[in-house]
Every structure is written in C-alpha cells, then in structure tokens.
C-alpha cells in the first residue's frame, strides 16, 4: 500500500485539522520557530471524506484540561529558544 507524510503546522491551543479518519499522527517538531506535526496518509484515504480532528499543544508548566481518551502524539524541544511543547489528540 502506498503512502505519503503531509506536514501541518500547530499553534498554542488547540488546534483544528481536517483529516481521513484512518490518518495516524507520527510526530511532531520544530521547523526554524514553527511547531509542526508529520501525519502518516495512505493513498486510498486521499478521497475519503475528511473529518475535524483536534491536536492540543501546550507548553512545559501549562495547565491543560487532559481527559483519558486524549492520545499523545509526541513532545519537541526548540533548541533556538529553549521551548518545549507537548501535543496530544483530543479524542472526546
């Protein structure tokens, strides 16, 4: 089966993407001062209706809402100016 990795850039908070369902979420990091996230398509899914997914990034010492069915994606460190952001999908 074929496969393609897009990139999207996150901000604080949430944030909103349009996605397959069967899309997974690989990683994030930063790109210059850009927080940014890999996700892993495969090539049936491009036509496939997409659907609002919701990525939470917060920052080390944020407080954060966080319930059990969130699932976390990954952590990245921005050795330009030392910040550290953590980002988990929202799943309820």
């Known amino acids: 089966m074929r496969a393609t ?6 901000v604080p908070g949430t944030n909103k993407i349009a996605l397959p369902k069967t899309s997974k979420a690989l990683s994030i ?3 210059g001062t850009d ?4 996700v892993l398509m495969l090539d049936p899914d491009f036509d496939h209706p997409r659907v609002e997914r ?7 010492g944020e407080k954060f809402e966080r319930l059990n069915t969130d699932e976390y994606v990954g ?3 921005c050795g330009r100016n030392g910040i550290v ?3 988990f999908e929202v799943k309820s």
Do not use: D, P
Not at 5 to 10: A, N, R, V
Not at 35 to 38: A, F, I, Q, T
Not at 54 to 60: H, I, M, S, Y
């Open 5 to 10: 990795i897009w990139k999207y850039h996150l």
């Open 29 to 31: 990091g930063w790109q």
């Open 35 to 38: 927080l940014v996230m890999w």
């Open 54 to 60: 919701r990525f939470l990034a917060v920052g080390t």
């Open 75 to 77: 952590t990245a460190e």
């Open 85 to 87: 952001a953590h980002v």
